[in-house]
Every structure is written in structure tokens, then in C-alpha cells.
């Protein structure tokens, strides 16, 4: 199925021909209504409120292009009764994710997975490349945020979000996630873009929360509902690219906004990718996540103890203190 991004209708007015007659303009957008209306079974639709269009089956929002995303099951071709959104890393690509949903045993639900514009990104000399947003660096002490670009890749990862409520699957039963920058931006739409719109969960790979000094200090918007999603972070301890430290100072940062349900995982001798250790626990995560809709499976307490990883249990007022250390409050 092909993607779509439809503006206001003055946007689509102005996509006809002058001389158009009003009666294939008034069926140009009844087409249109019609293919929004099918998301389950076209689920990489998307609507934008006030901008973007698409040219040649691609989404454009400012001066980048978003590729049609990578859509897969539900396994056996059952109905659509959830959904989970993984984002790739910098430079990587949509195709790179789908070994979890190849791992996945769950029935009924539809992956998506969304590809990143290309862009010239100041961290690799300015080479062009996937990316959700531009980097200069990688000190987890002073990173640079492209705010601009962050929150233009959060809004398209919004609206597939939204899209996919309105064809019919609710908002508790999607789970968005991603690895590195897709994780960064994955965040940054559950905590600052969906308001009013409370998903299933979130999985953090190898990642941080942009602009989190922002949201601790009240001066950036903090989601309605984000306080009652279900965060799962997940961190190798060995990750040369992004500092632990870094996965660590947002699991603080979740808490220190108050969220109320964190939970983080060390994943022992792990660098800047995944493995199967890791691929357990997001299972884990996606079936309790998701047990209203799949399902309890039976392997889903054993998932837990695969690999060598360890799972940070703290009380509230140890999470308060790490949180004052950590930003010295």
C-alpha cells in the first residue's frame, strides 16, 4: 500500500488544476477520505494538520523526504488488533529492524517500520544519510540537540501513530520504539508530542531523551498522558557510540518528570547493538504490554531470564536520589 499525507483542505485544493470542475474535486476528495479510512488495512497511512505533502510516494515535511515505511504481518494474516513502531538508528534502515518482528510469536499484530529521510549530518563530516535528525557530537555530558529536526520527525512518527487510531486500533494497544536516534525520537513522541493519546508502551534502545534538561525545568511540554505510559529502556553497559551513562541520565530523567511506570535493563557486555538477550526482554515487555490484546504466552516468564542482563530495581526514594545526583538539584 503506498503512503499518503493529507493536509487541510485548502492544501488539497491547491493540488487540483484551476480548471478542474468542482465535481471531480468533491470525488478526488471522497478517494481521499477513503483511503484514510483504511489504515488497518493500509497502515503506513498518514495525516498532517497543517503541512507536508507527498511527491512521488514520498512524504515530504520541510526539506526532507520520508520514505514509504516497511510494514509487516499480523502473522497468518489475522486482524489487526494492535500495532508496534520501531525506528531504526542513524544510518541504518527500516529493513534492519525486522529481525524482531522475524523473532516475534505474536499473532494479530501489524508492524511498522518507519525509514528515516536522508540528510547531511554534521557528526560524519557532512555526508548525507538516513537520519531522524542532525548530531555534532557524542558527549553525553553536553550533546548537541537539532531541536528542529527532532521534533519534525516526531510529528511524522505522530501522525502514523494517529492514523492508525483513527482506522480502528486503540491508542493502549500500539507500542512505539526504536534503536539509538530512533529511540531519541521515539521518546521524544510519547513524552512531548502525543498528548491526549496514551499508547501501549515505549522501548528505548541504546538511547537518550533529547532536550531532557528542557522538560525537568518546565520549559519544554511534558504530554498529558505520559505519566501512565509503560517505558521500557534498555542499555548495553559496553555501547562505545552512546554512553551508558546516557541511558541511565534518561531512566533518571523519566522519573525526575514523573513517570510512573520506568523500568531499565543493563544488558551485560553489550556495545551499540542488539542481541538476544535483549531481544527477550523486549518480548517480555511487548506481552505484558500487550496481554489485554495477545495474550499471556507461556514463555513469557522465561523470556525474562534469557541472557546476561539485570534488571534495576530501585524504590521511589532511591530513584529521588539518583535523580538529585544526577542533575545536582
Known sequence: PGVFWVRTSRTVGAMVSSRT?????????VLVLVVLATCVLAPAVAQSSDYGQVVAGKIHLGNYEYPEP????????????????????LGGAAQGMESIFNESPFHDVRWIFPQAPMRAVQLNFGQPEPA????????????????????????????????????GVRANRIILGGFSQGGAVALTTAVHKLDGI?????????????????????TKKITSVAKKIPFFIAH???????????????????WGMGMTR????????????????????????????LS?????????????????SETVAETEEQQWERVDRVYQW
Open 21 to 29: 470542475r468542482p465535481r471531480r474535486t468533491w470525488v478526488a476528495a
Open 70 to 89: 516497511v510494514v509487516l504481518g499480523p502473522i497468518g494474516n489475522g486482524d489487526v488488533r494492535a500495532v508496534v513502531i520501531l525506528l531504526h538508528g
Open 132 to 167: 531522524w535528525y542532525d548530531m555534532r557530537n557524542l558527549d553525553p555530558d553536553d550533546i548537541w540537540n537539532d531541536e528542529e529536526g527532532i521534533s519534525e520527525s516526531a510529528e511524522y512518527i505522530k501522525q502514523l501513530v494517529l492514523q492508525c487510531v483513527r482506522g
Open 198 to 218: 496514551k499508547i501501549g508502551g515505549v522501548v528505548a534502545l541504546s538511547t537518550y531523551l533529547p532536550m531532557a534538561e528542557q522538560y525537568l525545568a518546565g
Open 236 to 254: 548495553g553497559d559496553r555501547d562505545p557510540v552512546l554512553a551508558f551513562s546516557m541511558g541511565k541520565k534518561t531512566e533518571a530523567a523519566l
Open 262 to 289: 520506568v523500568e531499565f535493563h543493563v544488558i551485560r557486555g553489550l556495545g551499540h547493538t542488539r542481541n538476544a538477550a535483549e531481544a527477550g526482554l523486549i518480548r517480555d515487555f511487548i506481552g505484558r504490554a
Open 292 to 308: 489485554e490484546v495477545v495474550g499471556e504466552p507461556a514463555w513469557l516468564a522465561e523470556a525474562a531470564q534469557e541472557g546476561a
